[in-house]
C-alpha cells in the first residue's frame, strides 16, 4: 500500500462512503432545506451549486483533510513561485506567470520571466494590429484575410476552442482556420479555398519538427511557391511560435516574425503564451487579453480562498470521492451552450493528458485509481442519446453542467428550454423514479398487475447520480479565462493528492517515437526487425496498397 492508502484521511473516507453509498440525496434534500444554500460557492463570476453530490459535512471536511495532509497548499505555493516541480523534465510550471498582470516578478532558476513574457505580449498586440489595420500585407500588396494556423495537441486545441468559444467576439478583419490532422485531406481542403496572396500561415511547434505540423507547413509552403510565391515571399505569408528560431529562419520565416516559447509552459496549457496568437488574431487582442486576466483572476481566487470556497479544490476533491470510493471510471461535461461545445474535448487532453499515469512522483506504482476518462457533448444533444446510460446504467458517472444566462442575440423561448433543460437534467439524474411512482403513472392504462409491474421497473430510475451546476453571466473572454484556468487548478489539485507529476506525457512521447519509426519503415528507412510482425504486416500491406501501379 502507498503512504496515500494508509493515510488518516483516507481511512476515513473510506469508512464514511460506506454510509454514504446506503443513503440517498432525496433524503438530504428533504431533511435540510438549506443544503442547496449551504453547498455553493462563487468566484470570477462562477457560480458553482455542488449540493447534488453525494456528500456530507463530514465527507467534506474528510476530503479537506486529505487535501491538507497531501501537501496542496505547499505544491500550490511551490508552482506559482517557479519551482522545479515538473521533476521527471526537471522544469518548472509557469503558464500562470503568462498572465500574471500582479506586477511582482516570477523568478525561474534566478531570472525574472515577466519582461520577456510582457514583450511577448506586447509583439502579439502588435501584429494583431498589423494584420487587422492591413499594414502587413502579403507580397502582391494584398491585406491579409485569411489566418491558416497549423499546429496539433495544445498548440491547436486550445486556440481552436477558445475562439469557437468566443465566436460572438470575432473581429470581421480576417478568418481563422485552424489544421491540425496530419491527414493531407484537411490541409488540401483548407488551402484550396484560399487565396495564397491574402492568406498567412502561422505554424506553432515549440521544436519546428513536431511530424504532423512540420509536414502540414510543407505542404502549405509547397502549396505556396505553386501558386506563385517565392521563398523570399514567405517571409510575408509565414510565422511561427517556437523556440528553435534557426529551424523556422531557414524555412524561410522572417526573425522578427518568430514567437517565442519557453520550456516551463506545457503544449496543454499554452494557449497563454504565444501559442494564443491564432486567439488574438480572430478575436483582436484586447480580447485575447481579456481571456488572460480572468485567467488571472482565477488564480488569484486559487491561491487566496479558503478550501470551503475555493472552486478548483471543490471540484478537485469531489472527483477524488468519486474516482477513489465510488469506482466512477469517467467524467462528463455538458455544455449547455452551443459555443461551448469543444470544452469537454479541451478539458480530456488537459486532465487526460495530466493525471493518467501509473508511478507516483516518488517513482512508486499506484495502488489505486487517477485520472478518470473525460468526455462529453452539447448537454440538450447529448439527453436525446448518452444521458440514458447516465441515468440508469450501472455505476456512478459525475456531471459537471454547465451554462451561460445570457447569450448574444438572445431568444427568451430558445434560452428557457436550454436552462429548463439543463436544470431538469440535474434534478432528474438527483431525484431519480422510484418504482412506486412508475407503477402509479400506469394505473388506468388497462394493464394487468403482471405487466404495470413489468413496464414499471423499466421506468424505475434509481437517482442518487452526483452532479455540479457551473453559471455564469454570460460567456466573454474574462469568463471562459476564469472557466479554464478553473479546471487547469483542478486538475493539479488532483494530480498532488494521488502524488503524480500531473506536468510530463511520457506516453504522448513515446506514440511520437513510434510513429517516426514507422514511417521510416513505410518509407524504407528502417530494418523489418524494428517492428513486431503484426506492425510489420501493416506496414507491407500499406506500401503493397500504394505501390506504383
Known amino acids: 500500500m502507498t503512504t496515500l492508502t494508509q493515510s488518516a484521511p483516507w481511512q476515513t473516507l473510506s469508512s464514511l462512503a460506506e454510509s454514504v453509498k446506503s443513503a440517498h440525496m432525496?433524503?438530504?434534500?428533504?431533511?435540510?432545506?438549506?443544503?442547496?444554500?449551504?453547498?455553493?460557492?462563487s468566484a470570477c463570476g462562477i457560480f458553482l451549486d455542488y449540493s447534488k453530490n453525494r456528500v456530507t459535512d463530514d465527507v467534506l471536511t474528510a476530503l479537506f483533510d486529505l487535501a491538507d495532509a497531501q501537501g496542496v497548499d505547499a505544491q500550490k505555493a511551490a508552482m506559482f513561485n517557479g519551482e522545479i516541480i515538473n521533476t521527471t523534465e526537471g522544469r518548472a510550471v509557469l503558464h500562470t506567470a503568462l498572465r500574471n498582470f500582479s506586477g511582482n516578478p516570477v523568478m525561474v532558476d534566478g531570472k525574472d520571466v515577466m519582461p520577456e513574457v510582457l514583450a511577448t505580449l506586447d509583439k502579439i498586440q502588435a501584429f494583431t494590429h498589423s494584420i487587422h489595420s492591413g499594414e502587413h500585407k502579403g507580397y502582391t500588396g494584398k491585406a491579409i484575410k485569411h489566418i491558416v494556423a497549423?499546429?496539433?495537441?495544445?498548440?491547436?486545441?486550445?486556440p481552436k476552442i477558445m475562439t469557437e468559444a468566443l465566436k460572438p467576439y470575432r473581429t470581421d478583419a480576417v478568418k481563422v482556420h485552424f489544421v491540425a490532422n496530419v491527414d493531407g485531406c484537411h490541409i488540401h481542403d483548407v488551402l484550396s479555398e484560399r487565396d495564397h496572396e491574402d492568406t498567412l500561415i502561422v505554424m506553432s511547434s515549440k521544436s519546428f519538427s513536431t511530424q504532423e505540423t512540420l509536414q502540414n507547413t510543407l505542404t502549405a509552403k509547397a502549396w505556396f511557391l505553386k501558386q506563385g510565391g517565392t521563398q523570399e515571399d514567405i517571409a510575408k505569408h509565414f510565422v511561427a511560435v517556437s523556440s528553435n528560431v534557426k529551424a523556422a529562419t531557414e524555412f524561410g520565416i522572417a526573425e522578427e516574425n518568430i514567437f517565442p516559447m519557453w520550456d516551463w509552459v506545457g503544449g496543454r496549457y499554452s494557449l497563454w503564451s504565444a501559442i494564443g496568437l491564432p486567439?488574438?488574431?480572430?478575436?483582436?487582442?484586447d480580447n485575447f487579453k481579456g481571456l488572460l486576466e480572468g485567467a488571472y483572476a482565477m488564480d488569484e481566487h486559487f491561491k487566496t480562498a479558503p478550501k470551503e470556497q475555493n472552486l478548483p479544490v471543490l471540484l478537485a476533491v469531489l472527483g477524488v470521492w468519486y474516482r477513489n470510493f465510488f469506482d466512477a471510471q469517467s467524467q462528463v461535461l455538458l455544455p449547455y451552450y452551443h459555443y461551448l461545445r469543444g470544452l469537454p474535448a479541451y478539458v480530456q487532453q488537459l486532465d487526460m493528458e495530466s493525471n493518467g499515469k501509473l508511478v507516483t512522483q516518488a517513482g512508486e506504482a499506484i495502488d489505486y485509481e487517477t485520472g478518470p476518462i473525460i468526455w462529453g457533448s452539447e448537454g440538450t444533444n447529448g439527453q436525446h442519446s448518452f444521458h440514458q446510460l447516465i441515468?440508469?446504467?450501472?455505476?456512478?458517472?459525475p456531471?459537471?453542467?454547465l451554462m451561460p444566462l445570457n447569450v448574444p442575440n438572445q431568444d427568451d423561448t430558445h434560452h428557457a428550454m436550454l436552462a429548463s433543460n439543463c436544470f431538469g437534467q440535474a434534478q432528474a439524474l438527483m431525484q431519480g423514479k422510484t418504482f412506486e411512482d412508475c407503477y402509479a403513472d400506469l394505473n388506468g392504462k388497462g394493464l394487468d398487475d403482471a405487466e404495470q409491474t413489468r413496464l414499471a421497473q423499466h421506468k424505475t430510475m434509481p437517482g442518487n447520480k452526483p452532479s455540479n451546476t457551473i453559471?455564469?453571466?454570460?460567456?466573454?473572454?474574462?469568463?471562459?479565462g476564469a472557466l479554464v484556468a478553473m479546471y487547469e487548478h483542478k486538475v493539479f489539485v488532483q494530480g498532488v493528492i494521488w502524488q503524480l507529476n500531473s506536468f510530463d506525457q511520457w506516453g504522448v512521447e513515446l506514440g511520437k517515437?513510434?510513429?517516426n519509426q514507422v514511417l521510416a519503415g513505410i518509407q524504407g528507412d528502417a530494418d523489418s526487425a524494428d517492428f513486431d510482425s503484426s506492425t510489420q504486416q501493416l506496414i507491407n500491406r500499406f506500401k503493397q496498397a500504394n505501390a506504383p501501379k
Open 513 to 515: 517515437v513510434l510513429g
Open 399 to 401: 456531471v459537471d453542467f
Open 279 to 285: 486567439i488574438s488574431l480572430a478575436l483582436g487582442f
Open 471 to 480: 453559471l455564469f453571466e454570460k460567456l466573454d473572454p474574462f469568463t471562459l
Open 26 to 41: 432525496r433524503d438530504w434534500f428533504a431533511d435540510d432545506a438549506q443544503r442547496a444554500e449551504r453547498l455553493q460557492a
Open 391 to 397: 441515468h440508469q446504467g450501472h455505476g456512478v458517472i
Open 150 to 158: 497549423i499546429g496539433i495537441g495544445g498548440s491547436f486545441l486550445g
